[in-house]
């Protein structure tokens, strides 16, 4: 080996040690939030985590969005949360390894039948039959082949060659909501909310009835904390209707609400769209609580709702209309939701939580 190559080979191995894995984890990914926000260059941040520049810029581009302000400024921003969500999806999506990946003469059988002979996955199993083709891998199922096709295992076979590959599911265009200037975004809320480590704070969202049926729906309240929960029907998935609810939720429970309620979290769904009316207090001046919205496209960032929905769905599954559902009925669900046992809070129930904070602020054991 003369010196040029030796020196080469010892860069080589320089480069190994210095770079890590690029399969970050979320203590990394928060890591590079922190210093995008304050204008670090990306080779920087990879030498702070010690990876090839590469690996930051295909994380960025994994969770990097337009983040739009309250003030109508936009800003581009990386969500490692997102990120992180992403990453874990991907790798449950590898799965176990494939089994035609030992049989390249199925996979080539599989690529001429389909491209050449025009044949679906089903056909190409039954001419395997009809034939009778023996090969080291058994497939007996043709969604297995579409499986196949979907993780880009085969040479040159993609979703364009079956017959009806070019058909593609048709998605509604989603409408976006221009709410009012001034709401402020989940960035502003404070750390303590975000900590659950202070009581009244709350999730909100709506359940809905079956696609293209009534308009009747359910207005959900969870508590962040103690993970308590109001259920309140409505008659339409409307800002108007959103706002005679919590008029109606703020009447039952007086002059208390304002210590029970002091801020709420929504997505942006059109019926919160009217952030005034809102936060606009029933019986006195001013607010009744403080509102903040999430990012578009970010339910985990209401997961305590998105947990508790779960749970409604037990009672009225998707698809089952709410029309008739009443107040009654809305809260007996909730009640049940109280009392049942979290292993989150070591077997106790919502409502033991929420009693004792209610006795705290009141010295009453319970008000709802």
Not at 135 to 158: C, G, H, M, W
Request: net charge positive; hydrophobic share 30%.
């Amino acid at each position: 080996m003369d010196e040029k190559t030796a020196l080469n080979t010892e860069k080589n191995e320089e480069k190994k040690k210095r770079y890590k894995h690029p399969d970050l984890n979320y203590a990394d990914r928060i890591k590079i939030s922190v210093l995008r926000n304050h204008h670090v260059p990306v080779l920087e941040i990879a030498k702070e985590l010690g990876c090839h520049r590469s690996t930051i810029y295909k994380e960025l581009k994994r969770a990097t969005y337009e983040h739009h302000n309250s003030d109508w400024s936009t800003e581009i921003r990386y969500n490692p949360e997102q990120a992180q969500i992403i990453h874990e999806f991907n790798q449950s999506a590898k799965g176990p390894a494939l089994k035609i990946e030992n049989d390249h003469e199925f996979a080539e059988y599989v690529e001429k039948k389909i491209i050449e002979e025009k044949r679906s996955p089903q056909g190409v199993l039954d001419d395997v039959v009809n034939e009778e083709k023996e090969f080291r891998v058994e497939i007996r199922s043709a969604k297995t082949i579409y499986n196949y096709i979907d993780k880009n295992v085969f040479k040159s076979l993609e979703r364009k060659h079956l017959p009806c590959g070019k058909e593609k599911r048709e998605y509604k265009r989603i409408q976006r909501v221009h709410r009012k200037p001034k709401a402020d975004t989940i960035e502003q809320r404070p750390e303590e909310i975000n900590e659950r480590s202070t009581f009244g704070n709350w999730e909100m969202d709506t359940v809905k009835g079956p696609q293209g049926g009534d308009k009747n729906c359910l207005l959900v309240l969870t508590e962040r904390k103690t993970r308590y929960q109001i259920n309140e029907p409505m008659k339409a998935c409307t800002t108007d209707e959103v706002r005679k609810a919590l008029n109606r939720i703020e009447k039952e429970y007086g002059s208390k609400f304002y210590s029970i309620f002091k801020t709420v979290t929504v997505d942006n769904g059109s019926e919160f769209a009217d952030w005034e009316a809102i936060e606009k207090a029933l019986y006195r001046v001013g607010k009744r609580w403080k509102l903040y919205y999430c990012h578009p496209y970010s339910s985990y960032e209401r997961g305590t709702n998105e947990n508790n929905n779960k749970l409604v769905r037990r009672w009225v599954p998707k698809g089952v209309s709410f029309a008739g559902f009443t107040r009654k009925q809305a809260k007996e669900v909730a009640d049940w939701m109280n009392n049942y046992p979290r292993q989150i809070f070591g077997g106790k129930t919502a409502q033991m939580l929420y009693d004792a904070e209610i006795e705290k602020l009141f010295d009453v054991k319970n008000i709802a």
